[in-house]
């Protein structure tokens, strides 16, 4: 009931028949004004310094035998949507293809063992600024772009 009218009806109301309700929303609205709060003006901008990489993480893969670690890590630009990459045989046999990415500016990490004698090829394609840092056995090889190539594997590989 709402002064005196009943307003609804059914239900089960007894688990609140304990509390002392009296009223909801009974006579003039308040009458102050909401406090404006004023943040004092900073005094300084925030220092900015020059962006740089964080070193390469160590690798996690541990290949063994006559295996050697690639690592691949992609930075992606701010188009990952047009990003992709593959990791192939010198002969074009897929071992990885990867993308397309949603978040911008994300990196990517892959590692992958390749025998000491295999050739590997890596290929970034992309409609922005994504590129690559290539690494084997935690020497860094080799940067990719979409314009060019890395060649993964010693001298005795055929040039691409």
């Known amino acids: 009931m709402l002064n005196g009218t009943e307003v609804a009806t059914g239900g089960d109301f007894d688990a609140f028949k304990d509390y002392n309700v ?8 308040p009458t102050s004004s909401p406090t404006k709060v004023t943040l004092p003006a900073p005094t300084s901008s ?15 893969k541990q290949c063994e035998g006559e295996s050697k670690l690639v690592r691949i890590e992609i930075t992606l630009g701010e188009k990952p949507w ?27 990490i892959k590692e992958v063992c390749k025998h000491v004698s295999a050739c ?31 060649q993964i594997g010693d001298s005795a590989c055929t040039a691409i």
């Not at 009296?22 to 006579?27: A, K, L, V, Y």
């Not at 990459?85 to 071992?95: E, M, R």
């Not at 890596?122 to 190539?149: P, Q």
Request: glycine residues 8%; aromatic residues 10%; proline residues 10%.
């Open 22 to 29: 009296t009223s909801f929303c009974e006579g003039a609205p």
């Open 120 to 150: 590997y090829k890596f290929r970034l394609e992309s409609t922005d600024d994504a590129s690559a840092l290539i690494f084997l056995d935690g020497k860094e090889i080799g940067t990719a772009t979409t314009k060019n190539i890395i």
């Open 82 to 108: 047009s990003s992709y990459w593959q990791l192939t045989t010198q002969q074009g046999a897929k071992i990885i293809f990867d993308g397309p990415y949603q978040v911008k500016g994300e990196q990517i």
């Open 46 to 60: 925030p220092a900015k310094g020059p962006v740089t990489q964080p070193p390469s993480p160590s690798p996690v």
